[in-house]
């Protein structure tokens, strides 16, 4: 409120201003137009010069009226706001003198502005004049100390405030708030009712406490007591009153040798002594009661030590453990016979012992040659899948080297007989590169080589996929494949769930005469069974498990011979495992079978830009002029993937190495479209490290197309993550010409 005044009268302020500025420009005006008369202007010019100063002098006139409007309503407003003030302060001291609490009001220097009635009473109820307005809190804390107005103060980390005992007798709680423009508030709230009671609880809760002790104590099985600094008894339970009471006297508040006769009374003093010394002591002593009965009791004497470290007493306790001796008696005599009668059993049963440990010796050296067996059995087992997973990156080198020179002279014209010839090589290299991939594909799952890398994804491309490569080898034998395609979201390895489903279909074609086969899924709650379905001779019953062994094949009389090795079903129980995918299969003889495998439903992520790695599968032919890079430790894939390249028309340099290239051109300015490299190269060298030793010479770093017989999930994300392509040897040209086109658009 005093705020909205003092803006009322600033404003007042420069609205006489105004005025004023007003009144000496009206003042001006008028003097120039009369001076400017005695220069007998034109007629017409003094008379339009004195319509202009007509009309300013009308406008400053209206102006000056409107601000003296504005004045006088300001005047009302700061009348109204004045009397408003006054009412709000009334109304705020009448509530300030209701407040049933003493209050004070500081400033924000902390000097006294305005206290109640409450407040001034305590002063005058000890005789002490009320401090004056403009006194320092200080000031009123020591005067209310020195007066004696404040008898006790006490303060605690947890309470609101500070609590002070008065001259009157009564308590009363300060409480302090800090205002808006840093002042100081304090209430002096009368406790003494609330004081009062919590004494009165407290004193309540003391007897309640001491008469639970009591129960307590008296119920315990033990005797327990309570003994001053003067060796008198301050305390003991109903056990100790009746087993120490003489003709059903007490003994509290006797001393000990008065509890005790004599004698056991110097047989206690030097565990009493030691107690008062500061140490806990605990003995037994056997003693007779008052009936006369011997007993054996054991005793805790426990000080009693105050804030200086002096001993006070000490309390006792005295439990009756002669029921415990007994029984450790008879243990004793009962441990005794048995000793006696282990003993005698010992010497009877040594013999036995003898015979054992020779029947014992005998089971240790056929376990022995067992565990070698065994153990030879594993090493035989670990070099074979050793020697299998070792060897597959040199039986490919040759077995890629042969495609890639297939390929070739595939691109080439030499008549119809020697095309024929050509595809019949390529075929036989097809079928010693399933051969091939079988056994290595095996010797990786025994070795764990191969490690799943599961994730969520949509079967439609998949099921697309493989259903588009075997619908032609179906047509091929004279089946027909049909296919339900799905958009299901599955939860699996990609790649291994598509050798399972591969091998399902191999399996089908070569094993139906005639018929169709079917491709398609079904849901099962939060799973789905993807299924193939074949009209062949079908499997005996007791054949079923047995299809899964490895190199077991169950033909049918009469239906020709195959090629395969057996491993096809092995290889799917062995992924299937390692994925947590169940398999299943059923089969009527003449009928055909169906063999399925069960795989969770997933989530699709959020989409993300498609891999570096996806592959276009649209072939273009335009090939001409591609420069490429190929690196390889191998001569003869050199030359075979020149030959390939080169016949669609690439320009092609190869090496051996990254000298073997720097030494054929300039490695930092020579313009390329792909490096192609192995990933094993001679000397413990690898394509990872040649390439980002290339494309750090250059500029701009070149795509690149790494090629490896490593099929494991590690190097796979490792070659994913630098941003590279990757494809699996033994190459296959159409999926390499897909890569150069792919590389040539981007």
């Not at 805790?300 to 029984?327: C, H, M, Q, W």
């Amino acid at each position: 409120m005093l705020c909205d005044e003092t803006s009322k009268d600033k404003r007042i302020a420069e609205l006489e201003v105004e005025n004023q500025r007003l009144r000496r420009i009206r003042d001006a005006l008028i003097v120039r137009v009369e001076s400017g008369s005695a220069h007998k202007p034109e007629p017409y010019a003094a008379f339009e010069h004195s319509v202009i100063l007509a009309e300013q002098v009308r406008e400053r006139t209206e102006a000056l009226n409107q601000a003296m409007e504005e004045l006088k309503a300001s005047n009302k407003a700061l009348i109204r706001a004045r009397q408003e003030a006054e009412t709000s302060r009334q109304r705020l001291n009448d509530a300030i003198e209701s407040i049933a609490d003493g209050f004070v009001l500081f400033d924000r220097n902390h000097r006294l502005i305005q206290t109640n009635s409450r407040f001034r009473s305590y002063w005058r109820h000890a005789s002490v004049p009320v401090p004056r307005a403009g006194t320092s809190i200080d000031d009123v804390k020591a005067l209310a100390v020195s007066s004696g107005l404040i008898v006790e103060e006490h303060s605690h980390e947890e309470a609101e405030g500070a609590v002070f005992l008065l001259s009157n007798g009564r308590w009363v709680q300060m409480t302090e708030r800090s205002t808006r423009e840093g002042g100081l508030v304090v209430l002096y709230s009368d406790i003494t009712d609330v004081k009062n009671s919590e004494m009165a609880r407290r004193i309540k809760a003391l007897e309640e406490s001491e008469r639970w002790i009591r129960v307590v104590t008296d119920h315990v099985p033990a005797l327990i007591a309570y003994v001053g600094a003067d060796l008198t008894v301050q305390f003991c339970n109903r056990v100790y009153q009746a087993w120490y009471g003489h003709q059903g006297e007490s003994p509290l508040g006797k001393r000990l040798d008065e509890v005790h006769t004599p004698e056991f009374y110097q047989r206690l003093l030097p565990q009493v002594l030691e107690v008062m010394d500061g140490h806990s002591v605990t003995f037994e002593f056997d003693e007779k009661g008052g009936r006369g009965e011997q007993r054996y009791m054991l005793r805790s004497y426990v000080p009693n030590v105050d804030e200086t470290g002096a001993v006070t007493g000490f309390f006792v306790l005295i439990r009756d453990i002669t029921d415990r001796r007994k029984t450790a008696l008879a243990l004793e005599q009962a441990y005794d016979n048995l000793e006696r009668r282990v003993r005698e059993r010992t010497a009877a049963l040594t013999g036995l012992n003898d015979q054992l440990r020779q029947e014992i010796a005998e089971r240790a050296a056929v376990e022995a040659r067992l565990r070698e067996a065994k153990l030879e059995a594993e090493k035989a087992n670990l070099s074979k899948t050793k020697f299998l997973a070792a060897v597959s990156h040199d039986l490919l080198q040759p077995l890629n080297a042969a495609r890639l020179f297939t390929s070739a002279l595939q691109e080439q014209s030499f008549g119809p007989k020697a095309e024929s010839l050509v595809r019949s090589v390529s075929v036989s290299l097809d079928d010693v590169e399933n051969l091939l991939g079988t056994l290595v594909d095996i010797s990786k799952l025994d070795a764990g080589v191969i490690k799943p890398d599961v994730m969520a994804f949509d079967l439609r491309d998949l099921l697309n996929n493989i259903a588009r490569e075997f619908r032609q080898m179906a047509l091929a034998e004279g089946l027909r494949l049909d296919f339900v395609p799905s958009s299901a979201v599955v939860h699996s390895d990609p790649q291994l769930l598509a050798r399972i489903l591969r091998n399902f279909l191999t399996n089908a074609i070569r094993y139906t005469g005639q018929g169709r086969i079917l491709l398609g899924c079904r849901r099962q709650g939060d799973h789905i069974l993807l299924q193939v379905w074949d009209t062949g001779p079908g499997i005996p019953e007791d054949k079923l498990t047995e299809i899964f062994q490895e190199f077991k094949r169950i033909r049918p009389s009469g239906s020709p011979t195959d090629k395969g090795l057996g491993l096809g079903l092995a290889i799917v129980d062995k992924i299937s495992r390692m994925l947590g995918h169940e398999v299943f299969v059923s089969s009527l003889e003449g009928k055909g079978s169906v063999f399925s495998v069960r795989v969770p439903l997933g989530h699709l992520k959020p989409e993300t830009p498609l891999a570096r790695d996806s592959l276009c599968a649209e072939v273009d032919r335009n090939l001409s002029g591609v420069r490429v890079w190929v690196i390889d430790n191998d001569q003869a894939i050199c030359k075979g993937m020149k030959t390939l390249l080169e016949g669609w028309d690439c320009r092609v340099v190869t090496a051996v190495s990254v000298a073997d290239l720097d030494a054929r051109l300039d490695i930092a300015e020579a313009p390329v479209d792909l490096i192609l490299a192995d990933y094993h190269l001679d000397n413990d060298e690898n394509g990872v490290d040649a390439v980002a030793e290339i494309n750090g010479r250059r500029s701009q770093p070149a795509p690149v197309l790494m090629i490896t017989a490593n099929y494991t999930s590690e190097l796979k994300q490792h070659i994913r993550e630098l941003g590279y392509l990757l494809m699996n040897k033994p190459v296959k040209p159409l999926k390499l010409r897909s890569v150069l086109n792919h590389v040539v658009r981007d």
